[in-house]
């Protein structure tokens, strides 16, 4: 702490163990210790907050079942597929996986000037929420599905991580579309496409 108190760090989101520090600390002034305790009670109203809206989000029937076949491809959680279904709206909207990673800022700006395309920084015209949540997701994946992993690998070995985590990313949209469009589970898409 700022104050020079030792304190375990892994132990420290505990409740009882922060109550516990807060009485052995000496030297602090009884305001700072105050706010302390303010902010670990706003922190756990604010998790407490979250956790009801998420669970009466995943209970609604029209969101339920759209969350539970996101899940179905590997490296797709519960936050990025609840994500996925309140940002996007109705997937017919997108006509192409292109427009649906333009939508979500996954992709370069283009320009074109005397008959020559120039590829920019990515786009910031976009859904800025939903680009973090699967830019963060694209990081993750790649632990838990092969198939991005291997999508992950290709990318860098050509040298840069952070386009590897947009190529995990791009994909992460075309399979989450996919199973959006045909409202089956990823596994029986996969199967599908192989017959």
């Known amino acids: 702490m700022e104050v020079g108190a030792q304190y375990n760090k ?19 002034p009884p305001s700072v210790i105050e706010m302390l305790t ?7 109203l604010f998790n407490n907050i979250q956790k009801k809206l998420a669970d009466v989000l995943k209970k609604n029937p029209l ?8 899940q179905t491809i590997k490296g797709i ?5 609840l994500t996925w279904v309140l940002e996007i709206g109705e997937p017919e909207r997108f006509g192409s996986i292109a427009k649906a990673i333009s939508y979500c800022g996954l992709c370069a700006a283009q320009k074109e000037s005397a008959g020559k395309e120039f590829r920019g920084p990515i786009s910031k015209k976009r859904n800025k929420h939903i ?17 991005l992993a291997e999508v992950h ?5 050509k040298g840069n991580r952070n386009r590897a ?14 199973v959006e469009k045909n409202k089956k589970d990823f596994k029986q898409i996969e199967s599908d496409q192989a017959a």
């Not at 969101?63 to 996101?70: F, P």
């Open 165 to 178: 985590t947009l190529a995990v990313a791009r994909k992460l949209v075309a399979y989450m579309l996919a």
């Open 38 to 44: 303010l902010s670990r009670a706003n922190l756990e």
């Open 153 to 157: 690998n290709k990318e860098l070995a």
């Open 63 to 70: 969101i339920h079942d759209r969350v539970k076949r996101l």
């Open 10 to 28: 892994r132990k420290l989101h505990s409740k009882k163990y922060f109550l516990e520090l807060l009485e052995t600390v000496e030297d602090v």
């Open 77 to 81: 959680g519960e936050v990025t597929a």
């Open 131 to 147: 680009q973090t949540v699967l830019i963060e997701a694209a990081k993750l994946a790649p632990h838990w599905n092969p198939q």
